[in-house]
Every structure is written in structure tokens, then in C-alpha cells.
């Protein structure tokens, strides 16, 4: 049998290299391209190339469903001790919003719903068999994490990591806001002592496992074993590309500019970041474009291009909300305007969306869709009467400005958030070590450790120290 020539055989296999090299350059082509509609953030790419960006951790399948209407109303449950309940007192915000010093049962009265995530923590832990320093001891610190403790009513830092100031600033605003409600605490001196760890990354998974008892900013539905502790950003936020302030200071300008809802622009504004979460964030931005009632822009941080205030936020009838990496914090701000916020199904849980009220008599947002495909379903209706869009507006008002995002209210948060973990808490008390002629303690209060030079909390462990 004759084989094949070497001079018959040469063009196949040209012809194969060059199939080779052209299914290279086209998955080349095909990898660089779904990296430019990851990470760019430019207004407009092709929408083909939209649809084949990788949802990522914004999978629509995860999204939340909040069912806690009956929060804005009634009080289900309590970690309190039973003492008599003061019947008269009654919140006003002019009066006690910015009070920190609420006793338990005024924020019991004030917040009913508030502490929804405290319990559902608890009730997690005393079904595992509760906590115990051994629990804290297995998890690993990465930077953007610090373990804390209080002891005899006491603030004290153990540990922290943090890669570079962004993670300092954050963890010394937790720390600043824990410290914030525990002075204002008028049972500080009979608390019991605990440890724990907190993460100020956007998710868990970032950090740690979601089998570990972290406090969180954010967690997922099936994420049962972590804490939710409120934002930092209610202490205080600064980057160098936006310096925002304290909270309530936020609130007090949008307070002060604002204008009556007729005067507002009936438009839907949105300014963001594609590349945080492109994916979700490019399907607002098809949605919205070249309608008349959209004002969806993507932001240049470094030129400005597109920037708006929080104030200026509030000139307009309709904010969208879109979450980011995990959570978005901006939504506090966004919530501090009397407009209506429009926000897609959410995948991450924060402290206070028990109280988020898609329809009813207490409608406070307006729900969407993850892919925005209803949008102007849900807005245009609106826009024709938009009386029923200044009662969500004013809703919201009534629920988050007004009430669950007040100084007061997140002072009880944090309040509650140590009731429900000591009452899980099997550690020891013993906060010392060394000899009884030697011994010093395992942590640095609080008061010196904010007055460490930088450098020194980056990576710093009081057993060092």
C-alpha cells in the first residue's frame, strides 16, 4: 500500500496550523473582548457583547425577597429584659433623632423591625451549639478585618489588618460607631465581656468562609452564620475622589436644599460605575437610554465627568439603585432624598432592608426586575400621576430619613447587635495573660488605638504591641 507523499502531506498540515492560528486570534479576540465589557466604563458597548458578560455574583437567581411588612408596624420580638416599659414615650424625630442614649425599650417602641437580622443570627447560633473563642481562634485575619473585644463595658482592639487607608479608615469608623453606642449605653457597666471579628470588605467571600460567626456589612440569603453590623459610611466616609462626611451631616444638607416635589425633575437618575457590577449595571443603562425620563450616566471619577452630588440627586423624582461588587452602600444617601428610589431585586441583605416595602399602604420603593426588563413598566405610570410616586417619595421619608437611618436608630442597632451576641456567647473572660505580678492585657482600648500613627494599624496585633 502506497502512503502518502511528504509533498501531499505539507499542505494539510499548513492548512491545519492556519486553523489553529485563527481559532487562537478568535478566542484571543473573543477573551479581550469580554474583558473590555467587564472592566470598561463607558457609556454605550455593543449589546451583543452586553449579553455575553458573565453575571458573575450578580446572578438574577439569587436575588432576595424581603417579607417583613408587618416591621413598619409592630414589633414581633425582643432581646429585652423585662423591665417596665415606658407607655408614653413615643418617638419623634425632630426630638430624638439624633438621640444615641434611647434605653431598650424606647428603641424596642421606636424601630420595631429593625433587629430582624439580630434574631435570625441568634436563632442560627443556639441551634449550632452557640459560640466560643475557639470559633474566633479558626478564623484567619486578611486585611480589611480586625477582632475586637469589650470587657467590663470597655472598647478594646485585639488585632486588625488593613491594606493601605482605604481599609483603615473603614475599620476605625466600625470601631468609632461601636464605640459611639456603647458609651451612650446605660447598661454598658453590667455587660457581659465578648470577643468577635468584623470584615469591612463588600463580601464574605472575600475574607473569609460564611460558616464563621463574622460581622458583616452585607450577606447573602444562604450566608446564616454572619452578623450584620450597620455601614461605616454612618460614622463617617472620605476618598480622595469623593469626600462625603458624616451621615446625618449628609442628611442635614439634602434637608436643607431641598426643594417641593413640583419643582423636581420627573426623570430617573442613576450615576455609577459599569465596571462594579457590569452586568446589572449596563442593563439600567439600556434600559434608560434615549428615553425622556432617563438620567442614567456613567461617572469619571478623575476628570469629574458626570458627577452629581447626593444633594443634587435629590432634585429629581426617581434615584435607581444598583448594587455593586455585593451591596451598594449608597443607598442610605439615596434614601435621605424624598424621591422615589428604584431598585432591582437585591442580592445582598443590609441591617435595615427589613423595612424595605415594595407595595401596600407602606410602599417605599419601587421594585424591579434584575435586568430592568419591567422598568418602564413600573416608572411610567408614575410619571403620569405622580402623586402616587410623592406618597412612595414621602414614605421613604417617613420610614429611613425620619426614622431607621437616624443616629438614634443605628445606636440601638448596635446595642441590640451586642445583646443578641452575648446572649450566644460561651468564650472566656479571661482578657488578660502573663503572671498575676506581670499580666497585661490581650487588647488596646480604644481611646489609644485611634491615636496609633497609620502605619501602626495596618498590621497591628496588641500581643506585639
Known amino acids: 500500500m502506497a502512503l502518502p507523499s511528504r509533498s501531499l502531506l505539507r499542505p494539510r498540515q499548513g492548512i491545519l496550523l492556519y486553523l489553529l492560528y485563527i481559532i487562537g486570534a478568535l478566542s484571543l479576540g473573543f477573551v479581550l473582548a469580554i474583558w473590555y465589557g467587564i472592566n470598561t466604563d463607558r457609556d454605550y458597548i455593543h449589546p451583543l457583547l452586553t449579553q455575553l458578560i ?23 420580638h425582643s432581646l429585652s429584659t423585662q423591665l417596665t416599659p415606658s407607655t408614653n414615650w413615643v418617638f419623634e424625630y425632630e426630638r430624638d433623632g439624633n438621640n444615641e442614649g434611647l434605653n431598650r425599650h424606647q428603641c424596642d417602641a421606636a424601630f420595631p423591625g429593625l433587629f430582624e437580622d439580630v434574631f435570625r443570627a441568634v436563632t442560627y447560633w443556639r441551634s449550632h451549639g452557640a459560640l466560643a473563642a475557639e470559633d474566633l481562634d479558626q478564623i484567619q485575619l486578611q486585611p480589611g478585618m480586625a477582632r475586637a473585644a469589650i470587657v ?5 482592639v485585639i488585632a ?44 464574605v467571600q472575600d475574607v473569609t468562609s460564611a460558616e464563621h460567626p463574622v460581622w458583616v456589612l452585607a450577606r447573602t440569603a444562604n450566608e446564616e452564620a454572619v452578623w450584620l453590623m450597620p455601614d461605616f459610611g454612618y460614622w463617617a466616609w472620605d476618598n480622595p475622589d469623593n469626600a462625603i462626611g458624616p451621615f446625618d451631616q449628609v442628611v442635614e444638607r439634602i434637608r436643607q436644599r431641598d426643594i417641593p416635589w413640583e419643582a ?18 449596563r442593563a439600567l443603562i439600556e434600559a ?69 416595602a415594595a407595595d401596600g399602604p407602606d410602599q417605599n420603593y419601587v421594585e424591579v426586575e434584575r435586568d430592568f426588563s419591567d422598568l418602564a413598566a413600573k416608572l411610567e405610570p408614575l410619571m403620569q400621576d405622580t402623586s402616587v410616586a410623592q406618597k412612595i417619595a414621602n414614605n421613604s421619608v417617613k420610614t429611613f430619613r425620619e426614622r431607621y437611618l437616624t443616629k438614634a436608630a443605628e445606636a440601638c442597632y448596635w446595642r441590640h447587635l451586642l445583646d443578641g ?29 485611634v491615636l496609633l500613627e497609620s502605619p501602626r494599624m495596618f498590621e497591628f496585633n496588641a500581643a506585639n504591641s
Not at 460607631?177 to 453590667?190: C, E, G, K, N, P
Open 421 to 449: 451576641y452575648e446572649s450566644v456567647w460561651n468564650g472566656s473572660s479571661t482578657f488578660t495573660k502573663g503572671s498575676n505580678l506581670y499580666q497585661t492585657e490581650r487588647g488596646l482600648r480604644y481611646e489609644s488605638f
Open 152 to 156: 467590663r463595658g470597655e472598647l478594646y
Open 288 to 356: 434608560a437610554r434615549d428615553q425622556p425620563w432617563g438620567d442614567v450616566k456613567q461617572v469619571s471619577w478623575p476628570d469629574r465627568t458626570n458627577v452629581l452630588s447626593m444633594e443634587d440627586h435629590c432634585q429629581y423624582m426617581f434615584i435607581a439603585h444598583v448594587e455593586g461588587r455585593s451591596y451598594s452602600a449608597s443607598l442610605k444617601y439615596r434614601q435621605a432624598c424624598r424621591s422615589v428610589i428604584v431598585a432591582h431585586k437585591l442580592q445582598y441583605i443590609q441591617h435595615h432592608h427589613y423595612l424595605l
Open 54 to 76: 458573565p453575571a458573575g455574583h450578580c446572578a438574577c437567581e439569587t436575588s432576595t425577597t424581603f417579607q417583613c411588612a408587618s416591621c413598619l408596624s409592630c414589633s414581633k
Open 160 to 203: 486588625g489588618r488593613s491594606k493601605g487607608e482605604d481599609h483603615r479608615r473603614k475599620i476605625l469608623a466600625v470601631l468609632s460607631a461601636i464605640h459611639r453606642a456603647l458609651v451612650a449605653d446605660s447598661q454598658r457597666s453590667t455587660r457581659r465581656d465578648i470577643e468577635f471579628v468584623f470584615s469591612v470588605e463588600d463580601k
Open 264 to 281: 423636581k425633575k420627573q426623570q430617573l437618575v442613576w450615576r455609577g460605575k459599569p465596571s462594579f457590577a457590569p452586568k446589572l449595571r
